[in-house]
């Protein structure tokens, strides 16, 4: 089974509806992210948490929120989801607090908003 | 801020040539730097990674060194297979960085032909 797992893997919708992403991992890791990809931009960082206490924006929080409902368990909303926020959405973990840990990734979920 | 650019794709090339993938940093201190895979359809997963200067990482034939004094962490692969096509993201950790994530370059889409 996969450590990191993301669902819905692909999700349309409408303007305006409000989205969630949920995303789970077995690693007993502390540290989870959620990044946004776009085409020819790379990967962008939305939110991160250190514990489910500890959550923090990131480079593009505006219209995004996040909750850390365990230490297993990160969920990613859009209130009211936009067509620029059509994008490949991962969410990673990592172990520890250092930055040179490696930061696995789940298999992404793609939103396309009309 | 920091920041990581890598050539611009596609980069097309037959099987069993030689690849080499540029990325330079921009970054205070001593980062790490890591190169991730994204093959079709999936997330993003580690290739190699190096965390001091001088040190090489390396994993399934591909190579990069840490050079600080270049501050480049280019990608190389002596002999290329259809396998190997995919999304090469270079990428920067850095003890600075807002809950220590990755910082990423745009991508470089590799794609190999037999």
């Known amino acids: 089974d996969a450590d990191v797992t993301q669902t819905p893997r692909n999700r349309i919708t409408k303007t305006g509806k409000r989205i969630m992403l949920e995303c789970s991992q077995t690693?007993?890791?502390?540290?989870m992210y959620w990044y946004r990809q776009d085409p020819g931009l790379g990967l962008r960082l939305i939110y991160y948490?250190?514990?489910?206490?500890?959550?923090n924006k990131g480079e593009i929080s505006d219209g995004y929120s996040v909750s850390r409902q365990a230490q297993a368990k990160f969920s990613l909303s859009l209130e009211s989801a936009i067509p620029n926020q059509t994008a490949l959405y991962f969410c990673?973990?990592?172990?520890?607090?250092?930055?040179?840990?490696?930061?696995?990734f789940g298999p992404g979920t793609r939103l396309t908003v009309l | 801020g920091d920041s990581v650019t890598q050539m611009e794709g596609p980069v097309t090339l037959s099987e069993e040539a030689f690849l080499t993938i540029n990325c330079t940093y921009t970054?205070?201190?001593?980062?790490?730097l890591f190169w991730y895979v994204q093959y079709p359809g999936e997330g993003l997963q580690l290739l190699l990674k190096?965390?001091?200067?001088?040190d090489k990482g390396s994993n399934k034939g591909f190579e990069a060194t840490y050079r600080k004094e270049t501050t480049s962490f280019h990608l190389e692969k002596g002999s290329v297979q259809v396998s190997d096509s995919a999304v090469y993201f270079c990428?920067?950790?850095?003890?600075?960085?807002?809950?220590?994530?990755?910082?990423f370059g745009k991508g470089t889409t590799l794609s190999v032909s037999s």
């Open positions: 990673a973990t990592a172990g520890s607090q250092t930055y040179t840990d490696t930061q696995y």
């Open positions: 690693k007993g890791h502390d540290r």
């Open positions: 948490s250190f514990d489910v206490k500890d959550i």
């Open positions: 970054a205070t201190g001593y980062p790490s």
């Open positions: 190096a965390t001091k200067a001088d």
């Open positions: 990428a920067l950790s850095n003890l600075n960085q807002a809950g220590t994530a990755l910082i």
